[in-house]
Each structure stands twice: as structure tokens, then as C-alpha cells.
């Protein structure tokens, strides 16, 4: 095999050149005992210090799916620094094509927005990749997991010392269940020494090639009991925190139940013909804004991959309309690390050409943006879920379920009355377009939005009102709503719009305007997932993603720092740092 591709930031080839598919073979699959170890288990965790152009992925996927029982799902989470765009990757794995071809077309189509973070791609039922795009000394503390074998596919140690460091070893015991297994090209003395010291029991093995030796062995401790009972799992809401969570459990195997107390799926805030899906977007990268970009990225490839939602991806132009947001958004381009196709400043002369109607502002320009329908979103992701509507749900204690999510908005207060949550009043409008609105190609954002035409018609919204807590629709918010888009886009600002019909809800927000998802503290029953505010459409199935992961043990697809900004733990931590009691809080909790 010739010309094997080469690594720009540490000039070594990403796999063998003798025949990078025949080492992957030799090393990682057959020195871990594959296909053997995962015969008989559910689930079966691989993780991997290098992920490069994904041919060990493939290579094990492929087995997997060949050997492993029918039933048995794969969970392979896997660190890159530098990661590769899906043009280099196909390219790199063009000479595999005959072997591995339906893989690698299966895995791009998946592949994520190459931005730092944790992003969890579920290729289908059976196969889940979680792909963390950071430094691996910072991201794997990071991680939650219990890995059944190992890959260590980092460069040479001589040539990337910093994927052979005492803080990955010492994490990979952590993370590692007893008998895990690992393997591994080099055979450096160092490698070996901090194996050694982290744990393992390490062996000399006949290397692959021209390479003599190589390393593999395993952690010691015993496995306990095989596969555990699958949990029964009532979500108590419909809207898209709940049958987002409805979805994310129904890709592992499990048959939740979601009890709705409105006649139908989506009655609340998540109700919306249309809704614009892009990031929070802040200053500089933070827990905060690498969760929102990695659940916006989750979020597009999901959306990618469903029918009859509504889905318009058009992408977004986020006016520049005060000296804070300039500052904001060049910060956004500087430090979050998004490659420049996918996120960009764009003088006042493109955003036009971008939008297809006169822009005066600059704008930061977010490619990948789009809109749903809110509505049809929850419909499919309760698709073959059992509802039951009209079910008021007043005592979680008399639920047979043995795991109760709370996705009900607000009324998860009904049950956590010391929760720091508000309602948002939210109207929107749907106005007819105009000869000039309809040239509109994108979605338009200045403080508040308006969407591309679509069937002759435009979204435009949203007021904020927090003083209000009723849902009529009232005509001076339609008229606000217009007057704002007005002065935000002159080239619209003579236009005559005719409002066609209007909507208002209730946003639940919390004290930080942060999501809160994870376990209720003192109750390792009840789970919730809550105050996803004007975001909720990305960061609802990150949250839901994240819950599933934690109710069956799945690798975690969040960080912990995420996990602790997400908690509603957090909100008793600040309280009683500064002296004070949360209303209605339990005694054992304080």
C-alpha cells in the first residue's frame, strides 16, 4: 500500500503503509480478543486515544456488526485534537473502499461539524459514536464511562508526547470496567512504565510489519453481572423536552411512556408552526458554549436524518446592530474554533447577497442554521411511543414506572417546588410575504427574527414578557413584533404585512438561563429536564441524550463540567455557598 496520509502537525502517517486496514486488525482488534469479548453483552464500550481518519472505527464496526449478537449495541468514544474534514477523511480512505465502502459512506454522512466539544453521532440502532474534538489531557477527565477495551492509536510517542501523558493513563484505569482490555502499536519503554503505574498488566507482542513489538494487556478486577434489566420509563409532558427524551431512550432498546395532560402532543410552548434552531452565542468558549454548539450540531444531523418535520436549512445572519454584539460575535469567530465555512463575519455587501434582500449591517453568518417545525419535531420523536394524553399526573409515587423524567416546563415545580424556574410569555406571528420579503433566502436575526419565506409566509417574533402569564394572542404583539423587524431591515421597512395568525406561550427559563437536566437530588428515581428557554429546540435532545445516557449507563455524552452547569444540584451548591435556603426545600437536602 502506498502514499498512507500523512499528519500535518506531527509529520507521521495515520496508519500503516504496508496496510493500514491489516494493522488495524492485528493490533486493536485481535490483541483485544475481538470479536470474542463482546459474545453475550448488550453493550459494549471501545475507547480510543486518536481517532485520525476513523479506519479503526470502521474496522471495529464493521466486526461489530458481522459478530456481535443482534440485540448488542457498540459505544466507541474516541479523542481527536486535530480533527480531519470528511473531504481528507474519504480521500485518506479511498484504498479501502472495496473492504470498508458502505461504512465509510454511512459514517460521512453522520460525520460532525468539526468544532470543539463532545458530539455523539448515532450512526443507527446498534452503533454509537461519541467523537470528543479536544485536547485529550483536558477532555478525557472529562469523561464519564466504563471502557471495555482500548485503542491507543495516538502518533509515535517520539513525535506527539502529549497523547502518552500520566494524566491519559491514569484516567484510562478510571474510566476502565475490570477485565478491560487494551493494545496498543508501540512498544516504548515509557508507554510501558505508565501503564504499569496506572494499573495494567502489560505484555510484549509481535508488532505489525516492520514493527517487532508491540503492547497489549489488560485492567485487572472482576467483571460483575452481565446485562442488567432494562428500566420502564414514564416522561411526565409532551412537548419537545419530553419527546425528545422519548427518542433518545427508544435508540437504546427501552418503551417509555409519556404522559401528556393536554389532549395532544406539543400543546404548550412547544406548539409553534415554526421554530429557528442556531446556538446561544457568547463572548468566548465556555462549558456554557461549547453544550450549546455541540446540541446545535447534534441537532442538525438528527434533523438531517428525519422526515415530515419541516426542516429548512437555510442558514441564519445575525445582524450586527450594536457595538456589544460586534464585540460578541468577532469574540464568538475568534474563540470558539469553528472552521470559517460554517461561521464567519460577513460585511453589510455579502449579507445581502447572502439573504437575497438589502442587509445594512455587518453579520455573523451561521451556515448550518435552519428552521422545524416544533410541532411536527415532537410528533416524530414520539413515533412508536406509547402516549397517554389527558393525564393529569399528581403523585409521581403512584406511577408503576421504576424512573420518572419530569418534562413538563414549568410544572416541574409542581413536584420541585424549590426549583429557581420562571415562565417567558412568547408571541410570534405568521405574516404573509411581500414581492420584496419573498426574495428572503435565509433566517434573519436582530434581537428578534424572521424567517425565510416559506409557502408565502414569514415567522416573525418573539416579545419577551415575563410580566405576563396568559396565553391569548394580542394584536399589539403582532404589531411589535413587525415594527422591531422593521427597523432592524430597512429594505422591508415600507412594506405592508399582513398578519395571517399568531401564537403565544409560556417559556420556562431558570435563574441563570441555563437548561437543568440530570437526576433530582435525593431521588435516584426521578429525573428532569427543564427551562430550555428560547433554545430549546437544540438544547432539549442534548439533554435528552444526556439523561438516557445516565438511566442505562451509556458512555455520557456530555462532560462533567456540562453535567455540573446542567444539574439542578447547582442551584443548592450557590444557594448554601451564600448562606441561604431555597424555598420549599427539603430538610435532608439543605
Same mark, same amino acid.
Given at each position: /500500500? ?31 480478543? $475481538?470479536?470474542? *469479548? ?24 464493521? /466486526? ?11 459505544h466507541f468514544v474516541s479523542f481527536e485534537q486535530y480533527p480531519l474534514r470528511a473531504e481528507r477523511i474519504r ?30 453521532? #448515532? ?16 477532555? /478525557? ?10 485503542? $491507543? &492509536? ?17 484516567? /484510562? ?60 420509563? !414514564? ?54 458554549? &461549547? ?22 436549512? #437555510? ?30 463575519? #460577513? &460585511? !453589510? ?16 453568518? $451561521? ?7 416544533? *410541532? ?21 409515587? !403512584? ?33 404573509? =410575504? ?43 404583539? &403582532? ?13 422591508l421597512a415600507q412594506q405592508q404585512f399582513k398578519v395571517l395568525s399568531s401564537r403565544a406561550g409560556l417559556r ?10 440530570? !437526576? ?54 450557590? =444557594? ?15
Amino acid at each position: /500500500m502506498k502514499g498512507a496520509p500523512v499528519s500535518e502537525q506531527f509529520d507521521d502517517v495515520y496508519f500503516s503503509a504496508d496496510n493500514g486496514l491489516a494493522e488495524t486488525h492485528h493490533v486493536f482488534l485481535e490483541n483485544n480478543d $475481538l470479536p470474542a *469479548a463482546w459474545q453475550g453483552r448488550e453493550r459494549f464500550v471501545i475507547g480510543e486515544t486518536g481517532f485520525g481518519t476513523g479506519l479503526n472505527f470502521l474496522a471495529a464496526w464493521k /466486526m461489530f456488526v458481522e459478530t456481535a449478537p443482534a440485540d448488542a449495541q457498540l459505544h466507541f468514544v474516541s479523542f481527536e485534537q486535530y480533527p480531519l474534514r470528511a473531504e481528507r477523511i474519504r480521500e485518506a480512505l479511498q484504498v479501502f473502499e472495496g473492504e470498508l465502502g458502505p461504512y465509510i459512506s454511512k459514517f460521512l454522512a453522520h460525520y460532525p461539524l468539526t468544532i470543539p466539544g463532545f458530539h455523539r453521532i #448515532v450512526i443507527d440502532e446498534r452503533i454509537f459514536l461519541t467523537l470528543i474534538f479536544d485536547d485529550i489531557n483536558t477532555a /478525557m477527565p472529562e469523561l464519564q464511562a466504563q471502557v471495555d477495551c482500548w485503542f $491507543l &492509536d495516538g502518533f509515535t510517542p517520539a513525535k506527539n508526547p502529549e497523547m502518552w501523558t500520566g494524566t491519559v493513563f491514569s484516567n /484510562m484505569a478510571r474510566l476502565s470496567a475490570p477485565e478491560a482490555s487494551f493494545a496498543t502499536f508501540t512498544a516504548a519503554g515509557d508507554v510501558k512504565r505508565g501503564l504499569r503505574e496506572a494499573g495494567f498488566e502489560v505484555q510484549k507482542k509481535d508488532g505489525f510489519g516492520r514493527k517487532r513489538d508491540m503492547l497489549a494487556g489488560h485492567y485487572p478486577g472482576e467483571r460483575g453481572p452481565g446485562n442488567i434489566p432494562k428500566p420502564h420509563v !414514564a416522561i411526565i409532558g409532551g412537548g419537545l423536552a419530553g419527546t425528545s427524551c422519548a427518542f433518545a431512550l427508544k435508540r437504546y432498546g427501552l418503551s417509555p411512556v409519556i404522559y401528556e395532560s393536554g389532549q395532544g402532543l406539543a400543546g404548550g410552548a412547544s406548539g409553534n408552526k415554526y421554530g429557528l434552531y442556531n446556538p446561544r452565542f457568547s463572548a468566548f468558549r465556555s462549558v456554557e458554549s &461549547d453544550f450549546y454548539a455541540t446540541a446545535f450540531a447534534q441537532s442538525m444531523r438528527t434533523f438531517d436524518t428525519m422526515e415530515d418535520i419541516g426542516q429548512d436549512a #437555510v442558514g441564519a445572519l445575525h445582524l450586527i446592530t450594536s457595538e456589544d454584539k460586534d464585540k460578541r460575535f468577532h469574540n464568538v469567530c475568534e474563540h470558539w474554533g469553528w472552521p470559517e465555512e460554517g461561521l464567519s463575519i #460577513v &460585511d !453589510a455587501d455579502m449579507a445581502s447577497d447572502i439573504a437575497g434582500i438589502g442587509i445594512k449591517q455587518d453579520a455573523l453568518y $451561521l451556515k448550518h442554521a435552519g428552521a422545524v417545525s416544533p *410541532a411536527k419535531l415532537c410528533v416524530s420523536y414520539a413515533g412508536d411511543i406509547e402516549v397517554k394524553t389527558g393525564q393529569r399526573v399528581e403523585d409521581l409515587n !403512584a406511577l408503576p414506572e421504576d424512573i420518572v423524567i419530569l418534562a413538563c416546563g414549568f410544572g416541574a415545580k409542581n413536584f420541585v417546588p424549590w426549583l429557581p424556574i420562571h415562565s417567558v410569555r412568547g408571541q410570534v406571528s405568521e405574516i404573509e =410575504a411581500t414581492d420584496v420579503s419573498a426574495a428572503l433566502r435565509c433566517n434573519l436575526h436582530f434581537g428578534g427574527y424572521l424567517s425565510a419565506a416559506r409557502d408565502g409566509a414569514h415567522m416573525v417574533g418573539a416579545t419577551f414578557q415575563k410580566w405576563l402569564e396568559h396565553t391569548d394572542t394580542l394584536s399589539d404583539d &403582532d404589531a411589535d413584533n413587525i415594527a422591531r423587524m422593521q427597523d432592524a431591515i430597512p429594505a422591508l421597512a415600507q412594506q405592508q404585512f399582513k398578519v395571517l395568525s399568531s401564537r403565544a406561550g409560556l417559556r420556562t427559563s431558570s435563574q441563570d438561563r441555563f437548561p437543568i437536566a440530570g !437526576a433530582l437530588p435525593g431521588d435516584k428515581r426521578v429525573f428532569m429536564t427543564t427551562a430550555h428557554g428560547s433554545h430549546g429546540i437544540v438544547s432539549s435532545l442534548a439533554c435528552a441524550q444526556l439523561i438516557a445516557d445516565q438511566i442505562t449507563g451509556a458512555p455520557e455524552s456530555q462532560p462533567v463540567a456540562s453535567q455540573g452547569s446542567l444539574s439542578p444540584v447547582r442551584f443548592i451548591e450557590r =444557594a448554601a455557598k451564600k448562606g441561604r435556603k431555597l424555598e420549599g426545600l427539603p430538610p435532608d437536602l439543605k
